[in-house]
């Protein structure tokens, strides 16, 4: 598992509010490598969803780095390979991390078919027949070929996440990120996105999942992030964090959820 | 009792006929070209209040880059001159009355800027239309960026984080995700804005365009009689306002085909 390239390198990122009076992450450093499923768990307000949206920009951090790929994105501009200043582009860094949201964000104005392409289409290029072809396929991996044609409100909360988590998948992402893709879902939609996302982790996706499903991080995940105040607290094998948990924060935490 | 409609008093407005009929004609180029022209400066206005430009930003980074959290310099960096300006011309546009902004355009600015005096159609004066659609269109898109505004801003912000995590620009993600969903909030909002400006083009008139309610005025000097040609002109208003309303709740009910399961 050493072997294993790291792609994101986090380190001592900060995300500070009002004076430092609110210290959404405080000071968190981790790698993730190529092939990583890691999990982070934690109490509401940990963190967990500001490190992960901290990864694609979504918020800007305060403090520390991350290196995707060797560039400290955090910055605006860096140094190429040839030690010429370039600005970094968000955009295009983004296209290489998909991101699924507890909220779905499917666009309701469009059809499931027209929301998978959208982005293929204008950024990356694709012409149309192209682009449809491949978001066919993709649909028809997640069992929801026949409901292209139908508009997000029309679907379940299960559907709208497997169409989500397949539309980032068309811009054919290093990385996926999962913020709580299942906390906003009936529980009997639960399965059939977990199931979703399982095989993305069997075909070697890497992933990052923020959840509360416990059970997924300890079946699925490699890596297990404990975070807590804004705090990376403890990580490990699913096998260490759940069998062994060491910091007494943990293991009130995983007393009270498990 | 005296009633004070007459119907004689209705015949005596027949000569007039075509002063009506020229009116319409004016009052509707005239909503055209304010509506087309406000909602152009809307747009920029809208954009320009929500825009990110802080040209300051520098004051507020730290040593290694990172923004600072508060402060005095902080609290400079974020100034927007863009936001501000277009904040600004909101406010004053819509705290001063329409006929002051149409005197101003007309005997200020272009009594600096010569128009030629021709005529569109053979009756429009064109050196009074012009200043009154100016004056018209820099009015309403005060009105129609802050209708602009409010639609944009009523999009989730889910919307915008999950367009730009696909790796669509800013640009984008306005023109494909924000605008369409923003316009079919907004619509019933730039309806009413449409018939505002059908209505408040009559006060055009006292810069001596020539549109309905001057039809109304030139009756009224040639024969002495006010309510009943005041009552042809409150009829041609409602029939120009009422289709528009419906015509617009009309493509409100098309564009709403996302919200039908």
């Known amino acids: ?258 | 009792m005296d009633s004070f409609i007459k119907l004689s008093n209705f015949s005596k407005i027949v000569p007039y006929v075509q002063l009506f009929e020229q009116g319409v004609l004016v009052t509707v180029l005239l909503s055209l070209f304010t509506v087309a022209i406000g909602f152009c400066i809307a747009l920029v206005l809208a954009l320009m209040r929500l825009s990110n430009v802080r040209p300051l930003r520098f004051l507020g980074l730290t040593k290694d880059g990172h923004q600072k959290e508060s402060g005095v310099l902080a609290a400079v960096s974020r100034f927007n001159p863009l936001a501000f300006l277009a904040t600004a011309y909101v406010e004053i546009l819509r705290s001063t009355p329409v006929i002051v902004q149409v005197f101003i355009i007309y005997y200020g600015v272009f009594s600096i800027i010569d128009l030629p005096s021709f005529r569109l159609f053979g009756f429009i004066k064109f050196d009074r239309f012009f200043p009154g659609v100016v004056a018209l269109g820099m009015n309403s898109g005060a009105y129609l960026c802050e209708i602009i505004r409010s639609g944009i801003q009523s999009i989730d912000g889910g919307q915008t984080e999950a367009a730009r995590s696909l790796g669509l620009s800013q640009v984008q993600n306005l023109r494909y995700i924000i605008f369409p969903q923003a316009l079919k909030n907004i619509l019933p909002a730039i309806a009413n804005e449409f018939v505002v400006i059908i209505k408040e083009s009559a006060i055009t008139y006292t810069i001596g365009v020539q549109d309905i309610m001057s039809a109304v005025n030139a009756v009224k000097g040639a024969t002495f009689v006010i309510i009943e040609p005041l009552l042809v002109a409150t009829a041609i208003y409602f029939c120009l306002c009422f289709p528009t309303s419906k015509l617009i709740a009309y493509f409100e009910r098309r564009m709403s085909r996302g919200d039908k399961r």
């Open chain 1, 1 to 258: 598992m050493e072997t294993r390239d790291s792609l994101i390198r986090v380190e001592d990122l900060k995300k500070h509010y009002k004076m430092g009076t609110i210290r959404a992450l405080d000071g968190v450093t981790t790698t993730i490598r190529r092939g990583d499923v890691m999990v982070v768990i934690g109490p509401s307000g940990s963190g967990k969803s500001t490190f992960l949206r901290s990864l694609n920009l979504l918020e800007e951090p305060t403090g520390g780095a991350i290196y995707f790929d060797g560039v400290d994105i955090t910055k605006k501009k860096y140094l190429d390979e040839n030690g010429k200043k370039v600005k970094l582009n968000v955009d295009e860094l983004r296209q290489k991390m998909g991101m699924v949201f507890q909220h779905f964000n499917l666009f309701p104005h469009m059809t499931i078919l027209d929301n998978m392409i959208l982005a293929p289409m204008k950024v990356k290029k694709l012409d149309r027949e192209e682009a449809r072809r491949k978001a066919l396929a993709l649909l028809d991996r997640v069992g929801l070929a026949d409901r292209a044609d139908a508009y997000p409100i029309q679907l379940s909360g299960g559907q709208k996440q497997r169409v989500a988590i397949v539309r980032a998948l068309a811009m054919e992402p290093e990385v996926m990120l999962f913020d709580e893709p299942t906390s906003a879902l009936d529980p009997e939609m639960v399965g059939e996105v977990l199931d979703v996302m399982k095989g993305l982790a069997k075909e070697g996706m890497t992933m990052v999942c923020v959840t509360h499903e416990m059970g997924f991080a300890r079946e699925v995940g490699n890596r297990v992030l404990f975070m807590a105040d804004g705090k990376l607290l403890e990580e490990g094998t699913p096998e260490a964090i759940f069998g062994n948990p060491q910091h007494p924060r943990l293991q009130d935490f995983l007393s009270k959820v498990l």
